[in-house]
């Protein structure tokens, strides 16, 4: 295909969970602009609305206001959907709350480890009840916290932001250091709200001036992860220019930028801003030729939710790509080390996890074959940008689960489509 005009991705999944988490625990009405209205970011709101904030509907193009006082008992269990952010940093904000509240969520969350959360929450005094070991369903009773200082094992932004929500919820002084530094929009919103937070011996640390959030208003960028199947399916085109209106640039998760350009493809930043102490611009995309490369385990953590989009566009560059240490992605929303690997084999490119590493053998010849998604939004996407490959014959097993992050993913994507519109 060919590509043209303008797209705007819709707003950051993680900024947007966040946002409302922080609303909820702020006293007051906070206004929050460009929210994602997919189904992530509708759990975290139905799980606040049960722990009593008052959260108007989550709309495209609406402004979404939060009214809160104090969170409460919840009547009945809160079901996290398909979303992990919502269940660990949920976890982190019910820690410094002194009411039990039980956590469960669909058949893919309740695969999801959560111990790398309980367990520092444990160390902090929560108390956590298991009842199938390792994953939800939880029940926490959260209490009287004790200041935490933690060496998190994983680079994990849902890890230390739970921690540092537990903190503000509890009014304790908490402290984090990981292997490498992961998306940082919790630290960049605290500051925002002019919340205690510095970076001490390479540990972010957090002492609460006062267990009270100011009401705030914030207008969220367009989420980089949605961005790079655009961009993506502008590399892939025939010919064309495309632009993506509104992108967050925060540099921890632009790390599919930096590879891009390694392989071959430069993506242009223009309008470089700020929103709510985040970096934004319009990317412009053209297509090129790329080349294969080695993903290391240092960037790893600015791209954790691209590698499915950046293997496919692997399977198109010249040699080989292999992907370091992304042992991470077997518990993803589905175990995508092992379905990237055999749904890129599935249409005709040799690609394998060996042991964490994933390494991917590009092709030119068209892509052909049967794609299992497993309901995982991010395989769906970056398959259906292999999809609009010339020759290509790519069937997704389903396409629903997309509305979990981007629920205008394919009308976007036709409309992009130069070639079906011209001359
Ligand atoms: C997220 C952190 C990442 C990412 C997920 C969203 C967040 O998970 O994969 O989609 O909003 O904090 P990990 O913290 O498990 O790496």
Do not use: W
């Amino acid at each position: 295909m060919k590509v043209r005009g303008a797209v705007r991705p819709p707003g950051d999944k993680s900024i947007s969970h966040r946002a409302l988490m922080l609303a909820a625990l702020a006293h007051g009405r906070s206004e929050l602009a460009g929210l994602l209205t997919g189904e992530d970011v509708k759990s975290t709101a139905r799980v606040l609305r049960q722990l009593g904030a008052v959260i108007s509907p989550i709309r495209d193009g609406g402004t979404v206001t939060v009214r809160a006082s104090r969170i409460t008992h919840p009547a009945s269990r809160l079901h996290c959907g398909n979303s992990g952010t919502t269940a660990r940093l949920m976890l982190g904000v019910l820690a410094g709350q002194r009411f039990p509240a039980t956590l469960t969520g669909d058949a893919s969350l309740r695969r999801r480890p959560m111990r790398r959360v309980t367990e520092p929450l444990r160390a902090m005094g929560a108390d956590i009840e298991e009842e199938r070991g390792d994953a939800l369903p939880l029940t926490i009773r959260g209490g009287r916290l004790h200041p935490l200082a933690y060496t998190s094992p994983v680079a994990s932004a849902q890890v230390k932001s739970a921690l540092l929500l537990a903190g503000l919820s509890g009014g304790v002084a908490v402290s984090v250091r990981e292997p490498y530094l992961s998306r940082d929009h919790t630290e960049r919103l605290f500051l925002h709200l002019g919340l205690a937070l510095r970076l001490e011996h390479g540990a972010i640390s957090f002492h609460p001036p006062a267990p009270t959030v100011p009401p705030f208003r914030l207008s969220i960028p367009g989420d980089a992860s949605s961005a790079a199947f655009l961009v993506a399916a502008a590399v892939l085109a025939e010919g064309g220019e495309l632009a993506i209106e509104n992108a967050g640039v925060n540099p921890t998760r632009t790390g599919f930028l930096v590879v891009l350009e390694r392989m071959g493809a430069r993506v242009e930043r223009v309008n470089l801003r700020d929103e709510g102490g985040e970096p934004v611009a319009d990317l412009i995309a053209r297509p090129a030729a790329l080349q294969g490369t080695v993903v290391t385990a240092a960037e790893v953590p600015t791209l954790v939710d691209e590698v499915p989009i950046l293997a496919v566009l692997a399977s198109r560059a010249e040699g080989e790509t292999v992907f370091r240490e992304v042992g991470e992605l077997r518990v993803k929303e589905s175990n995508r080390l092992e379905l990237i690997a055999a749904n890129l084999r599935a249409v005709g490119v040799a690609a394998e996890a060996q042991g964490n590493d994933l390494h991917v053998r590009g092709t030119t010849r068209p892509p052909g074959g049967r794609v299992e998604t497993a309901r995982d939004h991010r395989l769906a996407m970056a398959f259906a940008v292999l999809a609009t490959l010339p020759g290509a014959d790519v069937r997704l097993s389903e396409r629903a689960s997309v509305a979990i992050s981007y629920p205008g993913f394919f009308r976007d994507l036709e409309r992009m489509n130069g070639a079906r519109h011209r001359d």
